[in-house]
């Protein structure tokens, strides 16, 4: 028996690509519903080669569905999550709304995979930021292998991972640019065309911004509670594809030739590391990609058990629909959940 899916935001960015994503992993489901507010109703949005009508979540009755992938705001999140758990089926919330919540386990399947039993005490799995996720992808193997103690990272993370008003704004800049005419900022504190922000989301007391605190707080947590982190987090006008420079200082001995071996091994990575012009990834490559690509890994001798390298992801896919999909995969295929019986 197939599952009933239901996507909450599916007229969004993140929303539109787990429809894509459902379709192309031809995930078990036997009816996809797509919701969003009420102002959405009656929008097409395409699932394969089918197209969906888009229903209001406000009236929706979730007593017959199994799957709830959540990508509506925090906001939208705090207030439907739990209702919809409650009518029994299982919410992957794509919002910040419950990651901190110790009752609601952080899930990315190649790194924490198990954690996923934990979410019969809320009914709800949350997804980790966009920078988190790819980032934790690359860190897990070399800390199995060596033992990280502390990690520094920029990030350079594109306007999509700002919705689909960032993408709008930096188009239109763009154009205005070109065309000498007026340039119109609102979605983001300073113009983006041409440009890089060092600021994602608001300013906190001691100085580090929310994105930065949700990578640091999100590795702990996923991860290993003793790793330190600290990250600065900058928007940069590329349209889709965060990229990352991470240093990362471990407890043992590895090489930058270790950390390659155990790199091309590990689930979810690939290896692209030439030391020639050209022989790295950058988010252009990446985009429509479901793998967390690694390059330039080096020694960093500023350290003692100290590596570099260069980290870039789909942060629609990986950082977003895709790892909520493999969520709700993991729950199908450790039996952890079953299809309700539905009404003939």
Not at 42 to 68: M, P, R, W
Not at 106 to 118: H, I, K, Q, T
Not at 155 to 163: I, K
Request: net charge neutral; aromatic share 8%.
């Amino acid at each position: 028996m197939g599952y009933k899916v239901a996507v909450v935001g599916a007229t969004g960015n993140v929303g539109r690509e787990m429809l894509n994503i459902l379709e192309e992993r031809s995930f078990p489901a036997n009816e996809v519903v797509a919701l969003a507010s009420r102002r959405s109703m009656g929008v097409e949005v395409s699932y394969g080669d089918k197209t969906l009508k888009v229903k209001a979540l406000e009236n929706y009755d979730f007593s017959d569905v199994d799957i709830c992938l959540m990508s509506a705001g925090g906001d939208v999140s705090k207030e439907w999550s739990p209702k919809i758990a409650a009518q029994g089926a299982v919410v992957i919330d794509n919002s910040s709304a419950f990651r901190y919540d110790s009752d609601v386990p952080l899930v990315v399947p190649e790194v924490n995979a198990d954690a996923v039993a934990g979410f019969t005490k809320r009914g709800i799995i949350a997804n980790p930021n966009c920078s988190t996720a790819q980032l934790v992808v690359a860190l897990k193997p070399l800390h199995d292998f060596a033992r990280i103690k502390r990690v520094v990272v920029s990030t350079y993370q594109s306007v999509s991972g700002a919705g689909k008003d960032g993408m709008d704004e930096l188009f239109a800049q763009t154009k205005s640019v070109y065309t000498n005419s007026e340039l119109v900022t609102k979605k983001f504190p300073k113009r983006i065309a041409f440009n890089v922000i060092p600021h994602i989301d608001v300013f906190m007391e001691d100085g580090y911004t929310k994105e930065e605190w949700k990578m640091m707080a999100e590795t702990k947590k996923i991860l290993d509670p003793s790793i330190k982190l600290t990250a600065t987090c900058v928007r940069v006008p590329v349209f889709i594809g965060h990229s990352e420079a991470v240093n990362v200082e471990f407890e043992n001995p590895i090489s930058p030739d270790e950390a390659r071996d155990i790199l091309r091994k590990a689930p979810g990575c690939l290896v692209i590391d030439k030391r020639e012009p050209g022989g790295y990834v950058t988010p252009y490559e990446s985009a429509g990609e479901d793998a967390t690509y690694i390059s330039r890994i080096r020694e960093d001798a500023t350290v003692e058990n100290g590596l570099a390298f260069w980290c870039v992801s789909d942060n629609l896919r990986k950082g977003a629909a895709l790892n909520a999909i493999q969520i709700a995969e993991c729950l199908i295929n450790r039996k952890l959940i079953s299809a309700k019986k539905k009404a003939a």
